[in-house]
T-cell receptor
């Protein structure tokens, strides 16, 4: 079954404690992306990757890092989380950047 | 910065009626996509329309695109309770994907 898998689904943590949200896809997609969704603001792109070892900033990259060492994985790293990063996060993948995206089920992060 | 902006923000209609929501965007695009999101779940792709297309159908969905006005509309015909969800348009800008803020659709029994 084609899917995008994110882990964890829920996380409550404290300010400054590094965390990683994993994302994996099994469709051999080249394009992967991270979004955050906040009430009234819709989805905003954090980072995206066109292919292995190719990553670039979206509209809200501050405070986040990503890596793309393998085609299937695209982890999101918060080196020093802050309360304003409390949000619902989605990973998505597609064959190319302007093709239909498959979304994961989301990760709800709470930074206290 | 928001590329796509949907309106209305919220829409309530009776089951069986048609629902129309609109999306406006700011810069030229290669294509425009519509997605559905059920209550905090992951988004599901509905339909993609290319910049050289004017109308596209998929089941009860009809999408139009007017590149001169930089706008698109999504029509859901004969609405059902299961259509209750948020609907987002998404456009491409360079290699980025830009989503609008969405329209919350509520189908009343």
């Amino acid at each position: 079954e084609a899917q995008v898998t994110q882990n964890p689904r829920y996380l409550i943590t404290v300010t400054g404690k590094k965390l990683t949200v994993t994302c994996s896809q099994n469709m051999n997609h080249e394009y992967m992306s991270w979004y955050r969704q906040d009430p009234g603001l819709g989805l905003r792109q954090i980072y995206y990757s066109m292919n292995v070892e190719v990553t670039d900033k979206g509209d809200v990259p501050e405070g986040y890092k990503v890596s793309r060492k393998e085609k299937r994985n695209f982890p999101l790293i918060l080196e020093s989380p802050s309360p304003n990063q409390t949000s619902l996060y989605f990973c998505a993948s597609s064959s190319f950047n302007n093709q239909p995206q498959h979304f994961g089920d989301g990760t709800r992060l709470s930074i206290l | 910065s928001q590329q796509g902006e949907e309106d209305p923000q919220a829409l309530s209609i009776q089951e069986g009626e048609n629902a129309t929501m609109n999306c406006s965007y700011k810069t030229s695009i290669n294509n425009l996509q519509w997605y559905r999101q059920n209550s905090g779940r992951g988004l599901v792709h509905l339909i993609l329309i290319r910049s050289n297309e004017r109308e596209k159908h998929s089941g009860r969905l009809r999408v139009t695109l007017d590149t001169s006005k930089k706008s698109s509309s999504l029509l859901i015909t004969a609405s059902r309770a299961a259509d209750t969800a948020s609907y987002f348009c998404a456009t491409d800008r360079d290699d980025k994907i830009i989503f609008g803020k969405g329209t919350r659709l509520h189908i009343l029994p």
